[in-house]
């Protein structure tokens, strides 16, 4: 046993660097100032100090789109959605960034999403996959979705066991979505049920967001190669006035529109929120300031007194429908007593066999 080994098991197994150190500047007294600068390695202190490598940002970067994509599943969430959805699957395009999102109800619909994801993108772009990155989730490591990279001729890359840093792409993005998406719940003040809707708009958001990529642009236009527009984009939570169908209205003395709460994009529209349903609307007006809006508070005011009148009017019935059975109940006994009275006015004649 070497001086330099013996030190280091006496003093608990410390550093060897440190342990040099020490020896050379004489820290302490008693140690040697010179021991043997020999290369160790301490099978204890492998065995009982290991810890996680440090990660490298080392692995290989995409040099177009659909080179490389990621992939991740976010949840159970506690709350289920108003769909009874429980995840959100996430798929993001490492060149460009962009990112597109379902929400789905169980880890069953991974795989069909996946295939779905494919032939989305490749249909629009016109180019495919060739590498899919995700962790080792059940929902991604069986046999058919094996078999389907196979069929395209995409390279599965998984990361191992225990270590989803190495998927730090779509970590990092679900945690920016779920930031993103809370700020959006609060912003409208909609019900947590409601969760699809706001990671919906956060992915659209995002992707018309600038990011740290090789190109000073959006994620949106290099991708499809255009510049997006941000002129549909409201406040979020802002007042919808949605036009109503004719088909819908029963008289021409109805109103023309109802009133809702936006909460997401479309290509052509807006979703909103009204009476407790998602729809898609185009012919719409929204009003994005906090304002009193003229002739809503006045409309409130009277649906109110009319409300009261109703009310007084419905009181006023109940109370004479209340005398008339009192009237009758009373006429129905003054009755008896006079019918009572007549028969006790009678004067009753005993039989002649009762004469004496």
């Not at 013996?6 to 004489?26: A, D, P, V």
């Not at 708009?201 to 949106?220: C, F, G, Q, S, V």
Request: aromatic share 10%.
């Amino acid at each position: 046993m070497s001086k330099k080994e013996k030190l280091h098991r006496t003093m608990g197994h410390i550093n060897f660097k440190n342990l040099e150190s020490m020896c050379k500047n004489e820290l302490l007294e008693g140690l040697p100032k010179d021991i043997e600068y020999e290369y160790l390695k301490c099978a204890i202190c492998i065995e009982n100090k290991m810890h996680n490598l440090p990660f490298h940002n080392n692995r290989r970067k995409a040099e177009e789109i659909l080179e490389i994509v990621h992939t991740d599943l976010n949840g159970p969430h506690q709350t289920t959605g108003y769909n009874k959805e429980k995840y959100f699957l996430s798929f993001i395009d490492d060149y460009s960034k962009l990112v597109k999102v379902y929400c789905i109800r169980s880890k069953d619909e991974v795989y069909d999403y996946l295939l779905q994801y494919v032939n989305e993108v490749q249909n629009l772009t016109g180019k495919t996959i060739k590498e899919l990155r995700f962790d080792n989730g059940k929902e991604y490591m069986n046999g058919r979705v094996f078999q389907f990279a196979k069929e395209k001729g995409i390279i599965i890359k998984p990361c191992p066991a225990y270590v989803h840093q190495l998927n730090g792409t779509a970590e990092r993005y679900n945690r920016t979505l779920m930031d993103m998406g809370r700020c959006l719940l609060s912003e409208a003040k909609v019900e947590r049920k409601f969760w699809p809707e706001v990671i919906k708009t956060a992915a659209y958001l995002k992707n018309r967001t600038l990011t740290n990529t090789i190109e000073r642009k959006t994620p949106y236009e290099i991708f499809f190669k255009r510049k997006p527009s941000v002129q549909n984009l409201k406040l979020y939570g802002s007042r919808v006035f949605v036009r109503i169908r004719e088909e819908r209205r029963r008289s021409k003395w109805d109103k023309k529109a109802e009133v809702g709460i936006l909460l997401g994009y479309t290509d052509t529209g807006y979703r909103v929120l009204i009476n407790n349903r998602v729809i898609i609307a185009r012919n719409c007006d929204i009003i994005e300031e906090d304002i009193k809006l003229c002739g809503l508070e006045g409309e409130e005011d009277n649906n109110t007194e009319y409300k009261i009148k109703e009310k007084e009017k419905e009181d006023k019935r109940t109370q004479e429908e209340r005398d008339t059975i009192k009237y009758d109940e009373t006429s129905v006994a003054e009755s008896k007593d006079e019918e009572q009275n007549r028969k006790s006015k009678r004067q009753v004649k005993r039989p002649l066999r009762f004469d004496e």
